[in-house]
């Protein structure tokens, strides 16, 4: 006997590239049922016309993003501009799963948000990274049980995720220096959003690598020292440098840190072992294969490998990830068969569409 | 009046990438005169099949890679694989300026040179950066002094020359910590040259970031140290990583350097600023202006820009170039030029192809 | 109650693209069961070091392409080079049901293999595009029929799968001039399989456009004219030409036929509703939304427009598929779920990803 | 002794991708000096924020486009939105050579103009295009006198060029029809300007082929049309399909057409010979080698090739140029030389930048 505990879902901001993922990923989901698409200025028209590769849904219609649309359904799903999502999930209530796409609700402390965002605190949500790491941890465990049930579900920033799982099992392990880390990303355009910018066009982008919010200035910073904080950090500093490189999809991020003097190397590839021995979605390759983004385009799934340049006395880690899906709409669906009491893996891509 | 002073070139290689680019560069530069080409498995056939795109060579047949081809030129510029140009410049003495793009006579510690090459150390060159600081220096000077009237340069490797430009002001006005450096790159394709490898195929490349020589392996890596060295650090260690971004030429280099205790964060932007002021190719951006590398194709050109990430304690510089050019052939012509007593920047473009 | 038909199934050939495209539809089949994947090189070696997107195949060791290791399944594909399939098909008899993702046995005409291959006929299989139009249809079913229960199956190349579809519904509804079609494409560089040949290297495709076959010499050509016949085209001649351009997989096929003289435009449009209005994996689109290839990436899904040229009395379509799914192994997984009596769509994607 | 007849110019739109390509050309053109840059939105910043390719002009400030900043130049370029070109070339009068890179001033026919443009005829420039056969021409002669000494230049565009070269030989000879000719084009996206667009996004062109303007509505079509009838066609009638692919710059244009019945297919390839032999910027590759557009990249070069298909009874040629240079600003600065006495090929790159 197969036990079945369908969800309806709203997605709000559906004709944008993150919620256009989480349709996609939702229309592989066995116990998602896709009731209301939502928009603000494409209301009105065809899904079709904005979402093309979405066959199955290309005669929706999509309505307001307006909470009378959003109400009534089991799960909420909001991909919105920052600032937006706290006032519609208060509106909604405890009724349903909202979950948040967007940065609002993910940091702990108000004065970080406001030095990197702007505006007031709205907020912390359960943080979706079911595999962070918390202190003492040799293995997740404690994300999960704070996802275990939750009504509200705050989904990583792409980047934070990719340096999170690229670094936090030297972190938690105390292997590694946390006060000097560094990482830079070559990051695909999707992760910008469907916004019209300049430097966002094909002509700009084809043929060129572009850095941009360097220098400190990226808002995933305090999310990043945040979640290694979690993993048992005290302090943590990271120099974070992302780089636009011609690709649609992907993040390889490249993250070091300067081992603890001391430590024996092989206790490195021990440590990222242990933490992701039995995770279905983070993968620790084989010694000497190095990660592609290529290999996790359209899966829920991180590469990582580690290795110990000890001529240089840091740790060297490069992560890969499909920015759209583990980096967002793939970690929001394991964040919310979680909260659903479902089966984690349910209904998420595991193999790559390459090449 | 206008005094010429034309030079008979034979270029070594001419069926590759490094040898096409000199070609390029050479068509355009008043005073050379290319007599021969020569390739190894592609003796015989015309030019026109390797490189369609320069067209004045088109039906120039290539000559067999032997000395009895190469000598009897004012330059040799010799685009050959590791280990093969020490001999070749012996038999052609010091009736010719030999121009070596490739490895051999870049270090100058055998001990390096061997723990990373792994064959015998061919002895060391002039070194082809014009722009190198030596020690105690706030703006370049005595590296074309060691340029001018040399019969042999050591061209430098294309990854080197983007670090060394990115981090050596702030190393040479003691800013920064050389030894706890951190390089990641975004690289195109042709610096990897035209060999048939599996991860070289455009299928593998497109829509893919992938990273190679991880873990202090790659042969650069003692150059950049070496650089820094002449520089004024007395030990220099660097974590360095390339990746491979689907873009056929560029380099990106993110780099970055812990700010020394106390530095006045103003006396960053000074020392950049003063490096690079007076130099022709080598160009800081205005502040808050980030290179891109679509910027430099095709062209001599290094843009710069540093900032200081307070809240890491760091550093960060992006430094574009064009692989092909300021990281190889026009390196090369640019050393010659002193080599030549010719003036420096003749024959070089300095505006790039965009978009 | 659910019935179920599971089969076992090796690939052969399963390291180079075909073959991993293969393996990543036949892991989300239901009733697949993967028991065996073979090569010829990398035998011996693992399939993670070939196909790293394929995780859940990740350690499966390739055998030696070898009858012994193909015999015993139900299904075999076989991803080999031309010529190699009929004996491995002769030994393998028909306890298999053996799908040839090469050209070996698609045509019927031995002349006209003889012409465009050089090597002698193997003979005809039933030919694995379910969709094809027989003349006297409007829509398709007789190829249906051609493959259920069969026992051999070839699959079509996957240019020929882009024109077939772009152009039948004119042939078949008498609505075209089949003797002056003229098909340009643009092609993904995958179609041209993982070998190492210069022209599709990173550097090479990258920035560029290039045609290849040009001047009717593509092996195609008697292929797509025989599917016109079958469609119920007289005589068919068609210029065929590809061209490569920088992306991993795709096919945008445009194709143009003249109009019969006196044929009422409007007739046109029906005759593409017709053929397609009841076909699970080939759309045409709303009138003034025309196809790209990016959103059919990883799907199994055509997408088809028309349009009516009256100032050049030419009808022009344009079709996009990915040249590995539908062009390929999509089709291959689609009828032999027709071969073995499955629901046509089992198991097959629908929606692509995108951006 | 030299002689010179430097000229001063101003550049109006160039802050865009035809006037950034016009400012690049000119800067290596021995004889101008670029006196004057101007833009619309853009007025009032550096130009190093929109070029920063273009290092020698950084600092250069763009005054608004308004004529008393273009009056009194010798050479005034124009890349400004259709309908604005006549009336400042009104206000300029023959003070000055006006340059049009926009489509105004190309058509003859006002009938033509209107149906495919919509505004009032503005009147008809030379035409500057020096290839374009004539009637009778088997080498073009008589469009170089059309622009020698002339006031007023109208640019081809750049569709236009790469399907006219493609084609003419054919034409101009009588070998082929001209009323059912297909041309379908891979296009790089600098062709669609710097427009925010949704489907100029690298989001959306990343890993995509997309058509545009397809059945007959590219306003390029009439000006094809018009160029072959100059050529010596009687009525033209062309297929015209642009294809947007990823690559910043570049068109393929692959046209076809069929072949005069009794033609001996020998003659086809001495016809396309004798057209371009002497021409110093369209080259017909050697037999069996195709045009691929990397090889243009930059310069004001046409890459042709011509074959009989004979099994289809059509010629097909492949043209290769840049968009941005021999489509357009290359070709504006060779017929500006035309027009102001100059040789002709003057300051005019012919290798391109590859790989």
């Not at 309806?8 to 993150?18: D, L, M, R, W």
């Not at 030297?170 to 990482?183: N, R």
Request: charged content about 15%; glycine content about 10%.
């Amino acid at each position: 006997m197969v036990m079945h505990m369908t969800f309806t879902v709203a997605v709000a901001g559906a004709s944008g590239y993150a919620g256009g993922e989480m349709l996609r990923l939702l229309l592989d989901h066995p116990e998602a049922e896709i009731r209301t698409v939502t928009a603000h200025s494409n209301a009105g028209t065809r899904l079709g016309e904005h979402q093309p590769h979405l066959r199955r849904l290309a005669d929706r219609v999509l309505a307001p993003t307006e909470v009378e649309h959003l109400a009534g359904h089991d799960v909420v799903v909001l991909a919105l501009p920052h600032g937006a999502s706290g006032a519609v999930a208060a509106e909604l209530g405890d009724a349903a799963l909202v979950v948040d796409l967007g940065a609002d609700h993910r940091l702990v402390d108000p004065a970080a948000w406001e030095a990197f965002y702007g505006n007031p605190h709205a907020g912390t949500w359960p943080y979706g990274l079911p595999e962070l790491l918390h202190a003492g941890e040799r293995t997740p465990a404690a994300q999960r049980a704070a996802l275990a049930g939750t009504r509200r579900i705050a989904v990583p920033g792409c980047n934070v995720t990719a340096v999170t799982l690229g670094l936090q099992p030297g972190v938690a392990a105390g292997l590694v220096e946390p006060t000097d880390l560094v990482a830079v990303l070559a990051n695909g355009y999707s992760g910008a959003g469907k916004s019209l910018k300049t430097h966002l066009l094909a002509s700009e982008a084809l043929g060129a690598a572009q850095p941009y919010a360097v220098g400190g200035t990226h808002r995933h910073i305090p999310e990043i020292e945040q979640n290694l904080g979690v993993a048992g950090a005290g302090a943590v500093s990271i120099s974070f440098t992302p780089t636009l490189v011609p690709m649609a999809r992907g993040i390889l991020a490249t993250a070091t840190a300067r081992l603890v003097p001391g430590t024996d190397p092989a206790s490195v590839r021990a440590a990222w072992e242990d933490a992701y021995r039995d995770e279905p979605f983070v993968h620790l390759l084989p010694e000497g294969q190095w990660p592609t983004t290529a290999a996790t385009l359209g899966a829920n799934t991180a590469l990582v490998q580690v290795a110990v340049d000890e001529r240089a006395g840091r740790v060297v880690t490069v992560t890969a990830i499909d920015n759209l899906v583990k980096g967002t709409a793939g970690a929001a669906v394991q964040s919310l068969n979680l909260a659903l009491g479902l089966p984690e893996t349910l209904g998420l891509p595991l193999d790559g569409v390459a090449p």
